[in-house]
């Protein structure tokens, strides 16, 4: 079973950046795609961008498209997520969650098995 911990999070005024972390043990981390959510105040989580076990295939959803940058590093047992141009409406808990199912690059909720504790954004206006 892994274990995930994020960590980067924090306050940024609009348009600015932020690079999160999620460092993995417990497991294979290889095995895993991996995937980054958010959930804003008063709303459902939802699915940011995913990546592959292999780092081939990547998906964004259309809110960050261009603008956050999903990585990872196999040697590290780290998925990073780059986020350039932040808006308030970005501001959100971030969670990073693994998929151990082997059907590639997904996006609902449900199909991670494991998640993070989570790391605060809030973007200023």
């Known amino acids: 079973q892994v274990q995930l911990v994020e960590s980067g999070g924090g306050l940024v005024q609009a348009g600015g950046s932020l690079r999160l972390s999620c460092a993995a043990s417990?497991?294979?981390?290889?095995?895993?795609?991996m995937g980054w959510f958010r959930q804003a105040p008063g709303k459902e989580r939802e699915f940011v961008s995913a990546?592959?076990?292999?780092?081939?295939?990547?998906h964004a959803a259309d809110s960050v498209r261009g603008r956050f940058t999903i990585s990872r590093d196999n040697a590290r047992n780290t998925v990073y997520l780059q986020m350039n141009s932040l808006q308030p409406e970005d501001t959100a808990v971030y969670y990073c969650?693994?998929?151990?199912?082997?059907?590639?690059?997904?996006?609902?909720?449900?199909?991670?098995?494991?998640w993070g504790q989570g790391t605060q954004v809030t973007v200023s206006s």
């Open positions: 969650a693994a998929d151990q199912s082997g059907l590639g690059v997904r996006t609902g909720v449900v199909e991670y098995a494991y």
């Open positions: 417990g497991g294979t981390f290889s095995r895993y795609a």
């Open positions: 990546i592959s076990k292999s780092a081939r295939t990547t």
